[in-house]
């Protein structure tokens, strides 16, 4: 028997029977880690740093429709830490990530304005345990539960290894533009405002339109190259008549070499897991 014979979806369905019902479970088994985030969500304007945005997205993959409304989510420390491939032991590498996720709030776009709402209710720390335990807000959850249209699904484990608060929302943004190409089969090229991307990022206004391509486009086409399942070029273009830049066009693709590693590092978690029940 050649346990590479098993495909990725077939790794996927038995990986399921050792679905875990806390992190440290699942830790284990982060292929089944899964992001959903509306839209809207998306799009919002917040500035977090890349451990608090990776940090509050694993929480957000742990919600599930029938938790109880004040469920809190624990995760232990050493173990997200690990997760994330960090080197460092400092608890205080988190405890600054979730002040950071508790005092920012993100502003969402709605019809008739914009909603500040926080990502979190509570947090709390418990030093001698190292586990964090989250309550997420509740003027949060419907923008990452009951999604039917207009939302975000990916795989955790794409985000973890980005360094940089940019790459990370701008993987989101050309992931989810890439499913919805996907899905009505059209060309993998969107156009953003410069300056979308300066109010929504909050790129500080030290950033000339050099550095927003070298700091901010350069590196997340880096790190998603990479790291994640897509990969990007881009141009910069001229319109209105100017001599600046003011838009950016991105062509979006899979990244097949990412992505053949992934399915590898599947079968290895699977092979682990099986040896754990012999």
């Known amino acids: 028997f050649n346990m590479r ?3 990725p979806v077939w790794c996927g369905i038995i990986m399921t029977i050792f679905k875990g019902v806390s ?3 699942k830790l284990e088994l982060k292929n089944e880690l899964v992001v959903k985030k509306s ?3 998306i799009y919002s304007k917040y500035k977090l ?5 990776k940090l509050v ?8 429709e029938e938790d109880e409304s004040n469920k809190e989510y624990s995760i232990l420390a050493k173990d997200f830490l690990e997760l994330c491939g960090t080197k460092t032991n400092n608890r205080e590498y988190l405890k600054d990530a979730c002040e950071e996720i508790f005092t920012k709030p993100l502003k969402i776009k709605e019809p008739k304005g914009w909603l500040i709402v926080n990502w979190c209710s509570s947090i709390r720390y418990i030093d001698d345990q190292g586990t964090i335990k989250f309550k997420v807000s509740d003027e949060l959850k419907p923008y990452i539960l009951n999604l039917k249209n207009n939302y975000l699904k990916y795989d955790l484990k794409n985000i973890l290894p980005l360094k940089s608060e940019y790459s990370i929302r ?3 943004w050309l ?4 499913n919805s190409k996907e899905r009505y089969n059209k060309k993998m090229i969107e156009e953003f405002e410069i300056e979308f991307l300066r109010e ?9 339109t050099n550095n927003v391509f070298t700091r901010v486009i350069d590196k997340a086409k880096e790190d998603l190259e990479k790291h994640t399942d897509i990969r990007f070029t881009y141009q910069a273009l001229r319109k209105g008549g100017g001599n600046a830049f003011t838009h950016i066009e991105f062509t979006i693709s899979k990244n097949f070499d990412v992505l053949e590693e992934m399915d590898d590092e599947q079968l290895q978690e699977l092979v682990k897991a099986l040896e754990g029940v012999k």
Do not use: G
Request: no cysteine.
């Open 170 to 172: 701008v993987y989101e």
């Open 175 to 178: 992931k989810d533009i890439y």
């Open 200 to 208: 929504r990022l909050i790129i500080p206004d030290s950033y000339n």
């Open 39 to 41: 839209e809207q969500l």
């Open 23 to 25: 992190f440290m479970e």
């Open 57 to 64: 997205t694993t929480v957000i993959s742990l919600v599930q």
């Open 49 to 53: 740093s890349a451990p608090a945005q």
């Open 5 to 7: 014979q098993i495909t």
